[in-house]
């Protein structure tokens, strides 16, 4: 059963657009959330993350939101730029003591056109 | 230099054989994960490590084991390697205080295909 879910499996923006990617959940024990993006031939890099107790994080042309209500945490980035075009997971922690893990979704491919 | 580095990054290994993937990082970090990547299936835990002397299951760790040598390296090998393990396989760390353990740094990845 998927606890992270990213429904889209890819999306496609324009340059100089708002590019949203989306990311539901379904534990409500998860309190941290994060962003990794990656590139073809290379490992996931850590984007942005979000602790619970927030409802918006915000870095340069990044910003996550976080609807603890609906389970539901989006990525935005503004503007979109080409080498914004990558896969972008969504994760989460669970408040599990010392013994905390990642649970992943499955990736949205987003490509941004010139 | 990198901080996590991952050999070999390409291997190609027929049924039955015994692989092993190594994994080495210059973080400092105690926690080392290695994940395994498949089409549609995202990032999967096969194993993961806290310190020197432990080493923990994760979701998928069956048909596979882990060594942890040191602090800065983590091994995975398939003992008798199978098709159905044709995958990218990324190994990553995480530093163990409460505001590093969830942020981890992937290695560049291992593409492994058994025929």
């Known amino acids: 059963d998927q606890q992270v879910k990213q429904n889209s499996p890819s999306l496609s923006v324009q340059e100089g657009r708002i590019s949203i990617l989306n990311c539901d959940y379904t534990?409500?024990?998860?309190?941290?959330f994060l962003w990794y993006k990656k590139y073809p031939a290379e490992g996931p890099t850590f984007l942005i993350s979000?602790?619970?107790i927030k409802d918006k994080n915000e870095d340069g042309r990044f910003t996550v939101f976080l609807n603890k209500s609906a389970k539901h945490l989006s990525l935005h980035i503004v503007p979109s730029q080409p080498g914004d075009s990558a896969v972008y997971f969504c994760?989460?922690?669970?408040?599990?003591?010392?013994?905390?893990?990642?649970?992943w979704g499955l990736g949205t491919s987003l490509g941004v056109n010139p | 230099d990198a901080d996590v580095t991952q050999t070999p990054r390409n291997r190609i290994t027929k049924t039955g054989k015994r692989i092993m993937l190594e994994c080495s990082q210059t973080?400092?970090?105690?926690?080392m994960y290695w994940y395994r990547q498949d089409p549609g299936l995202g990032l999967r835990l096969i194993y993961y490590?806290?310190?020197?002397?432990?080493?923990n299951k994760g979701e998928i760790s069956d048909g596979y084991s882990v060594s942890r040598q040191a602090q800065a390296k983590f091994s995975l090998s398939l003992e008798s390697a199978i098709p159905n393990q044709t995958a990218l396989y990324f190994c990553?760390?995480?530093?163990?205080?409460?505001?590093?353990?969830?942020?981890?740094?992937f290695g560049p990845g291992t593409r492994l295909t058994v025929l």
């Open positions: 990553a760390t995480s530093g163990h205080r409460v505001w590093e353990t969830d942020t981890q740094y």
């Open positions: 973080k400092g970090h105690d926690r």
């Open positions: 490590s806290f310190d020197v002397k432990d080493i």
């Open positions: 534990n409500s024990m998860f309190d941290y």
């Open positions: 979000i602790s619970s």
């Open positions: 994760a989460a922690s669970n408040n599990a003591g010392n013994n905390r893990k990642l649970i």
